[in-house]
């Protein structure tokens, strides 16, 4: 296939991020979803073993990987939950580690590689000077925050410096899974739920909604945020969602906003198609959206990039669409 493949949402972390964890989860105020996430890394496991020794590798272990599975370029990341699970001073450090770890593998290997940014929201201030850093001096295409910090979501406004910062550096915010916060984990405990099947998908569409009810795209018009999971299911919701929150501004339940909350989403999201690959989840994607509106990610060392590459090599959609689906919306997106 003469089709460049371009994978968006490909994870990392420094060793030190994951000895970090490593103290957190060994601590009393561990929070109960990451305690159960945590293990999947750092447990002794060969399967954790194995998704640890992977996600360190940002040399040539992981261009053979990719070499392997047939993709021609990856955007890294710091995996879940990144340093949002260390308080403010730690996380700004190791989110600035990290950030300068990451841009030395993408000048290691500039034609493969590409990268977002780590930030601590925690520290606001931080984050900004952080990101203008990252997107000036180290090169990288955008960021990536992990849902919830602490239980906080970014609707509160002490948060919009970083999206005022965003919109003036034109970085796209890859707004990605946790486990569901402190006040929304318990009933997600059992049964495993909490995970990326379906808990992450509850977590972080929630986030996103937030972020549109709160009038955030009314004050910064120009901001691009990007979901993956085919959207975490919001492509599904959008009619149900304006039809009800039209009531709800009837009523006096809820402010009226400039536009209707689907207006928001299909200016300023794009969403990905990492994890998800049925075909049915991603015509209807392409319908709501557009084609234009939709990256192709693997999510590795996560996922089955075999099968995620199987997926989109086959699905019954266009070769045009295809590619943009594989590489011309990344790269307009990200300016690669
Ligand atoms: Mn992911």
């Known amino acids: ?27 009393k105020f561990v929070e109960p979803g990451f305690q159960m996430m945590g293990n999947t890394i750092l447990g002794d496991d060969p399967g954790a073993r194995m998704v640890h020794s992977r996600l360190v590798d ?32 730690t996380a700004t450090r190791l989110a600035k580690d990290a950030n300068d770890a990451l841009a030395k593998a993408v000048q290691a290997n500039p034609t493969r ?15 900004v000077q952080e990101l203008q850093r990252a997107m000036t001096s180290l090169g990288m295409k955008g960021f990536l925050i992990n849902s919830h910090t602490m239980g906080e979501y970014l609707d509160d406004r002490k948060f919009w410096p970083i999206f005022e910062a965003a919109e003036a550096l034109d970085a796209p915010l890859y707004l990605h899974p946790r486990e569901p916060g402190p006040d929304l984990v318990k009933p997600f405990l059992d049964y495993g739920l909490y995970f990326a099947g379906f808990g992450f998908a509850v977590e972080t569409s929630l986030h996103a909604m937030r972020l549109i009810m709160c009038g955030l795209f009314d004050e910064f018009p120009k901001l691009k945020i990007i979901l993956g999971h085919m959207g975490e299911g919001l492509p599904f919701w959008l009619q149900r969602i304006d039809n009800r929150y039209l009531l ?13 909350p689907s207006d928001y989403f299909l200016d300023n999201f ?15 994607s392409m319908e ?26 086959t699905v019954d959609i266009t070769d045009a669409h295809r590619q943009m689906i594989y590489s011309g919306n990344a790269e307009k997106l990200f300016k690669l």
């Not at 794009?270 to 209807?284: D, F, Y």
């Open 1 to 27: 296939m003469g089709i460049k493949r371009i994978a968006v949402e490909e994870a990392f972390v420094t060793e030190e991020i994951a000895q970090e964890w490593k103290k957190v989860l060994a601590s």
């Open 58 to 89: 940002t040399g040539a272990g992981r261009i053979q990987q990719m070499d392997a599975d047939g993709i021609d370029m990856a955007v890294l990341s710091i995996t879940s939950p990144g340093v949002q699970a260390f308080d403010a001073v």
């Open 270 to 284: 794009v969403i990905t198609t990492s994890g998800v690959m049925s075909a049915p989840a991603l015509k209807l």
């Open 248 to 260: 709800q501004v009837k009523i006096g339940a809820v402010k009226k906003m400039k536009r209707l």
């Open 288 to 313: 709501v959206l557009g084609a234009e509106r939709i990256m192709f990610a693997a999510d590795y060392p996560y996922e089955s990039v075999t099968e995620g590459v199987q997926f989109m090599d």
């Open 113 to 127: 590689l590409a990268a977002l940014a780590a930030v601590a929201p925690h520290y606001p201030q931080g984050a």
